[in-house]
């Protein structure tokens, strides 16, 4: 088994859709949890970090982890086509390198 | 330019071939990173070095080196190119083992090995 597990997708929904991006993880060590966006041909860039359980907004961004579950979500609300790429969730161990999901590559259809 | 840059951004090369893959940063990042992509795998890391002259393998090291003479470089090097090693490699650059700002990627090098 895997560290993190991410659904590869790829998930369509209609403009303005509200988006949920999950990934699952089994070490318990993992402290701080991210979320890199990959636009096509482009290298990933941060999107959002969390630290802990609990929720964390970002404009249309909502990140949300819960450790008790080994459980992470990113929302998008109002969805644009701008937001077509791929999302990938990364967690950090603390002393290693972060380790990654495989990322989910979405599409939003106008 | 500030940043991170890759070069070079295509490269085909032949079997049994070495090839090397440059990265500079303009940041002084402590820590540095080589990833290859491929679909169905993700994010795969290579090999990664905390500062100069310190590296460490990642989880998919074989058929592969680097070297870290100065801060601002790191070099990857495919002594032997196999069809194997077809993929996206992505160099990342970090202030610390864990940043805020997480890792900055370059823009990858798509290297096809024929």
């Known amino acids: 088994q895997k560290e993190v597990e991410q659904d590869p997708g790829p998930l369509s929904v209609p403009e303005g859709a509200i988006v949920s991006l999950n990934c699952t993880y089994s070490?318990?060590?993992?402290?701080?949890f991210m979320w890199y966006r990959q636009y096509s041909r482009k290298g990933p860039e941060l999107l959002m970090y969390t630290y802990s359980s609990g929720n964390k907004e970002d404009g249309r961004f909502t990140a949300q982890v819960d450790k008790s579950s080994k459980y992470i979500s990113l929302f998008i609300r109002d969805s644009q086509p701008s937001d077509s790429a791929t999302y990938l969730c990364?967690?950090?161990?603390?002393?290693?390198?972060?380790?990654f999901g495989k990322g989910t590559r979405l599409s939003v259809i106008a | 330019d500030a940043g991170i840059t890759q070069s070079p951004r295509y490269k085909i090369t032949e079997t049994g071939r070495q090839v090397t893959l440059m990265c500079h940063q303009t940041w002084s990042h402590s820590y540095m990173f080589w990833y290859r992509q491929d679909l169905g795998h993700g994010l795969r890391l290579i090999y990664y070095s905390a500062a100069a002259d310190i590296t460490d393998k990642g989880e998919v090291p074989d058929g592969y080196v680097v070297s870290r003479s100065k801060t601002e470089n790191f070099p990857l090097t495919l002594e032997s190119a196999t069809r194997s090693q077809t993929s996206v490699y992505f160099c990342?650059?970090?202030?610390?083992?864990?940043?805020?700002?997480?890792?900055?990627f370059g823009s990858g090098t798509r290297l096809t090995v024929v």
């Open positions: 990342a650059s970090t202030l610390d083992t864990f940043s805020f700002y997480g890792y900055t």
């Open positions: 990364a967690m950090d161990p603390g002393n290693t390198p972060l380790v």
């Open positions: 070490n318990s060590a993992f402290q701080y």
